[in-house]
């Protein structure tokens, strides 16, 4: 019986969570799946009540787990915490614990929503892409990190380090997600200034001989940054660190009319995965009704798709989401003002989901 651990974390995590699980419930029943979920702790919720922003406890679960789907962690009651103690390094800590290395991130706008995004319709209309992020390594992790030095005096340092084994195996990931698309895998760097990224350059370089049907392209990541609003239609598949996928993939989050609508995977080797909305926990409307959960029901999908080979079950919440979402029905969020459209709130969201899966 496949297992899998919810962590709702923090703001408005507990929210988006209820209604993934109702949607996730509703799948298990209607396909047979025969999954268990247990809830536990993460983030300022496990602060609160261990003093840790991973539990031991949460930590082994999930790594016994199939897949483990998170709402959000974090939030301005925790801030002043040390940097250790803080609910962002629970969700590092459980990525590192579970060697999820590889972050699959798409920017897939719905038509319904084309007018949402801040950029031109004909810019953006017809966008599909997919961000393949190394996730525990580079800067985030590396060795040595820290403060030192008298007060006024004092220097910040990280270290921004990859192996070829690192960049090889998201390469890898990268490749054969470009295979099953497109066919175009462009790799982002700093080659010109970082020799971290030449090493990186030269690594997917010697891939690309075991592809020879995908193109591979490579761009500094300041242009990157750049097309994505310039001309975003012209990536299929981008690769490239840590630090640069956090921020690459939040930018062309927006280009779809909202963060709120984007689902994330984090797989290991074993294909066991952490799945998530590219969101943040939003303390400023927690508790509100106000949530977008479409984000978190999608990581529902794509943890169906990716970790627990339940296909037909994933399809079936997408085309719920695209029916929703063409009865006219938006999250504040997504409102447009357009004629039609009906502004709900996040639990009406998730039960609008529930019907149209019926």
């Known amino acids: ?26 799948v298990n029943v209607q396909f047979s799946l025969g999954l268990n979920t247990e ?11 261990t003093g840790e922003p991973l539990p031991d406890e949460t930590l082994a679960k999930a790594k016994l787990s199939d897949a483990v789907l998170l709402g959000a962690v974090g939030g301005p009651k925790w801030d002043a915490l040390p940097m250790d103690k803080r609910p962002e390094k629970g969700l590092l800590k459980i990525r590192a614990g ?13 038509p319904e ?11 953006v209309s017809g966008l599909d892409l997919l961000i393949v992020r190394e996730l525990i390594g580079g800067i985030y992790f590396g060795e040595p990190r820290g403060i030192e030095g008298e007060l006024g005096q004092r220097v910040g340092f990280n270290t921004d380090r990859y192996s070829e084994p690192e960049i090889e195996r998201i390469g890898r990931i990268a490749f054969d997600a470009a295979m099953a698309r497109n066919k175009k895998l462009c790799s982002v760097d700093k080659a010109n200034v970082l020799e971290v990224t030449v090493l990186w350059r030269e690594v997917m370089e010697r891939l690309s001989h075991d592809y020879p049907d995908v193109e591979l392209s490579h761009m500094y990541v300041d242009n990157a940054a750049m097309q994505l609003v310039r001309a975003p239609k012209q990536f299929d598949v981008m690769v490239t660190g840590n630090l640069f996928g956090d921020i690459l993939s939040d930018a062309a989050a927006m280009l779809t009319g909202s963060i709120g609508m984007l689902p994330s995977a984090s797989l290991n080797s074993d294909k066991q995965g952490l799945y998530e909305p590219c969101h943040g926990s939003a303390p400023d409307i927690a508790g509100q009704d106000l949530a977008n959960p479409l984000a978190t029901i ?14 037909k079950a994933a399809a079936s919440i997408e085309t719920a989401v695209k029916q929703v979402l063409a009865s006219g029905l938006r999250t504040q969020d997504i409102a447009t003002g357009a004629s039609g459209e009906q502004i709900v709130g996040c639990r009406a969201m998730g039960e609008a989901v529930l019907k149209a899966l019926n």
Request: with cysteine.
């Open 298 to 311: 999608l990581s529902v999908s794509m943890m169906l798709l990716h970790s627990l080979n339940a296909p």
């Open 98 to 110: 579970m060697d999820l290395f590889a972050n699959l991130r798409p920017a897939l706008l719905y």
């Open 1 to 26: 019986m496949p297992n899998i651990v919810l962590l709702a974390g923090d703001g408005i995590g507990p929210e988006i969570m209820a209604e993934a699980a109702r949607v996730l419930d509703r």
């Open 39 to 49: 809830h536990c702790l993460i983030g300022g919720a496990a602060i609160d009540a």
């Open 113 to 123: 929503l084309a007018s949402a995004s801040t950029l031109k319709e004909e810019v």
